[in-house]
């Protein structure tokens, strides 16, 4: 009898972790807007939208288990491919999100082709990813009809929704929400397909994975063009709310960086992972900006290295798992 009143409570519990919890932490997020300030909501809109961008890399990097450094080369795209489209043709960004997506998965079939093609795996792999957004920085760092190093700031319209662009935080706080949340399912429902189980089997053991008869090279393209899809996205989420993108912006290596690290401080081939990383790391990045100072690109990195290098240490899993023990 103990032992079934034991287990019950054990399983309500889980039952209000699980479910309950995130649940009233949505309708909190979603009312904030009718109290918070104008910072607030900007911190709000820049944690939103990492978590969407690290739940983009977790879908390659966490899942998959491919590790990409290089995840600028597609969030510059989006962010060039919308923003290009809306100067020089007229197409409203509602629309050139998607072309910018699509362009970034085509890049992104490439790219894991001609790496997984040749064999390149872990850090090699990162590094070829490295060296793809390296030389997107510089194309646009020359091509003047791409703005060059001075970069592209998009036309002001005022509050206009109809190109994506409005006067007050609340339509950009909510888009981003929606955002994240829309990623979060997808890997929700990635993870338990088909195709989640093949790439967690071939994150686990890649020839174990072949030798049970996957198709390991379309596995991690296809990880890689839906990775790249949504990262793209992103681009252009974050140009059209900044209205303004440059070279090192949208293809620099601390893009990528910036990524990543959401996704390994929150805990890597999770689902709230880079939820949990975002929240923790998005509010700090801001704090040691406002502290160092953006110029200082040296000491910020310094801090953030010691950061990464403190959890690992202490939660070498990232946040999530550690919180998922302590609450069993």
Same mark, same amino acid.
Request: with cysteine; hydrophobic share 50%.
């Given at each position: 009898?103990?032992?079934?009143?034991?287990?019950?409570?054990?399983?309500?519990?889980?039952?209000?972790?699980?479910?309950?919890?995130?649940?009233?932490?949505?309708?909190?997020?979603?009312?904030?807007?009718?109290?918070?300030?104008?910072?607030?909501?900007?911190?709000?809109?820049?944690?939103?939208?990492?978590?969407?961008?690290?739940?983009?890399?977790?879908?390659?990097?966490?899942?998959?288990?491919?590790?990409?450094?290089?995840?600028?080369?597609?969030?510059?795209?989006?962010?060039?491919?919308?923003?290009?489209?809306?100067?020089?043709?007229?197409? *409203?960004?509602?629309?050139? $999100? &998607?072309?910018? !997506? =699509?362009? %970034?998965? #085509?890049?992104?079939?490439?790219?894991? +082709?001609?790496?997984?093609?040749?064999?390149?795996?872990?850090?090699?792999?990162?590094?070829?990813?490295?060296?793809?957004?390296?030389?997107?920085?510089?194309?646009?760092?020359?091509?003047?009809?791409?703005?060059?190093?001075?970069?592209?700031?998009?036309?002001?319209?005022?509050?206009?929704?109809?190109?994506?662009?409005?006067?007050?935080?609340?339509?950009?706080?909510?888009?981003?929400?929606?955002?994240?949340?829309?990623?979060?399912?997808?890997?929700?429902?990635?993870?338990?397909?088909?195709?989640?189980?093949?790439?967690?089997?071939?994150?686990?053991?890649?020839?174990?994975?072949?030798?049970?008869?996957?198709? *390991?090279?379309?596995?991690? $393209? &296809?990880?890689? !063009? =839906?990775? %790249?899809? #949504?990262?793209?996205?992103?681009?252009? +989420?974050?140009?059209?709310?900044?209205?303004?993108?440059?070279?090192?912006?949208?293809?620099?290596?601390?893009?990528?960086?910036?990524?990543?690290?959401?996704?390994?401080?929150?805990?890597?081939?999770?689902?709230?992972?880079?939820?949990?990383?975002?929240?923790?790391?998005?509010?700090?990045?801001?704090?040691?900006?406002?502290?160092?100072?953006?110029?200082?690109?040296?000491?910020?990195?310094?801090?953030?290295?010691?950061?990464?290098?403190?959890?690992?240490?202490?939660?070498?899993?990232?946040?999530?798992?550690?919180?998922?023990?302590?609450?069993?």
């Amino acid at each position: 009898m103990n032992g079934n009143v034991a287990a019950k409570i054990s399983g309500n519990r889980f039952w209000s972790i699980k479910f309950i919890g995130p649940t009233l932490v949505l309708i909190f997020l979603i009312c904030l807007p009718l109290f918070a300030g104008t910072y607030t909501l900007h911190l709000m809109i820049l944690i939103f939208l990492y978590a969407y961008l690290g739940q983009s890399w977790n879908i390659l990097g966490g899942y998959a288990g491919q590790l990409s450094l290089g995840h600028g080369t597609f969030f510059g795209l989006g962010a060039y491919t919308s923003t290009l489209l809306f100067i020089h043709l007229g197409l *409203t960004p509602w629309l050139g $999100i &998607l072309v910018g !997506a =699509i362009l %970034a998965a #085509l890049c992104g079939i490439l790219i894991s +082709f001609m790496s997984f093609h040749f064999g390149l795996k872990s850090h090699f792999f990162a590094l070829a990813t490295i060296a793809f957004a390296e030389i997107f920085r510089l194309f646009a760092n020359t091509i003047q009809w791409v703005g060059g190093a001075q970069g592209l700031l998009l036309p002001l319209k005022g509050n206009a929704p109809g190109v994506f662009q409005f006067i007050e935080k609340d339509p950009y706080y909510y888009i981003a929400l929606a955002m994240m949340i829309l990623s979060t399912v997808i890997v929700y429902f990635l993870q338990r397909s088909r195709y989640g189980y093949y790439f967690i089997a071939i994150r686990e053991n890649e020839e174990a994975a072949k030798a049970l008869g996957i198709n *390991t090279l379309r596995c991690k $393209i &296809l990880a890689t !063009a =839906i990775s %790249a899809f #949504l990262t793209a996205m992103g681009g252009t +989420f974050f140009a059209q709310y900044v209205l303004y993108i440059d070279p090192s912006g949208s293809f620099g290596v601390l893009v990528s960086v910036e990524i990543v690290l959401r996704t390994i401080v929150g805990g890597t081939g999770t689902i709230f992972g880079p939820i949990l990383g975002s929240f923790a790391l998005s509010p700090l990045s801001e704090l040691i900006q406002s502290v160092v100072g953006v110029g200082r690109s040296g000491v910020y990195m310094m801090v953030y290295g010691a950061i990464l290098m403190t959890v690992c240490l202490v939660m070498p899993n990232g946040i999530f798992p550690y919180l998922k023990r302590f609450f069993k």
